[in-house]
């Protein structure tokens, strides 16, 4: 049982690929929200809930702030905006880069009109082999915005720096009740983040845009009785006809690889062994169809 008084609501942000939903999975200890190389991997703004001592932190693990090119792209640009309302604290997570872009410039615009408390984190330091060369990263950011509570190095893929980023966390924790139960990890319904890991394990197998152009919907999730086994049917959409064929693979192969790595993953996470149907559906241009992108959960 828990002794949960207070409660830290913080927004995690920067451009996309500087390992958000990585951070994220990270704090909460197991993995909630999907991650690749390829930008543009988190489409929705998910919570992450970590109880430490008396304090449960809610990180909210936002799409990477870029130009976008579709309906779809407008929503995850206002999903970032939206994120830093209503929150205790903002963090703002950059590469170990000595440049202040535009994504970081709208960024800060934005903690500035919303007077949030911001944490600067440089990510990625275990690929720094000369560590004074965060001196000049520390500097570019200092001088573009001179109100950060906090500049702290880290490395989400290592651990490294996490200790103290919560710690600097804590300062922002507001007495009150506790948001979520005890062994709530992310606000993501079990469909959802089994639908995101098969969309992770197409940005991983399969190449250019075709994995931009997909999205993956539960239609069926059902728990027997008897054994705990979960029964998944899932069906991907995509864009063209020649993307179904490249989703499908050869004799099937392609699928068939991404449905075993995402059914490993989704077994891990949900404890149980999961059987699971996949099928693939063309719907053109549905990155525009305000009407699809609302029936997948997302809203302009």
Known sequence: ??????????????????????????????????????????????????????????????????????????????????????????????????HVGEPERILLQRIREEKLPAVLCINKVDTVEDKAALLEVIAAYSAEYDGFDAIIPISARTGDGLEDLLKQLEKYAQEGPQLFPDDMTTDQPDAQVCAEMVREKMLHCLDKEIPHGTAVEVTRFTERVDTGIIDLDVTIYCEKASHKGIIIGKGGEMIKRISSLARRDIEKFMGTKVYMETWVKVKENWRDNVHFIRSQGFEE
């Open 1 to 98: 049982m828990s002794h949960i008084t207070k409660t830290a609501m913080i927004t995690v942000c920067g451009r996309p690929n500087v390992g958000k939903s990585s951070l994220t999975n990270a704090l909460v200890g197991e993995k909630i929200a999907i991650v690749s190389k390829k930008p543009q991997t988190t489409r929705n703004r998910i919570y992450g809930v970590v109880n430490r001592d008396d304090t449960q932190f809610v990180l909210l693990d936002t799409p990477g702030l870029h130009k976008p090119k579709s309906r779809l792209g407008d929503y995850m640009v206002k999903v970032v905006r939206e994120s830093l309302s209503s929150v205790e604290a903002a963090l703002l997570l950059v590469e170990p880069i000595a």
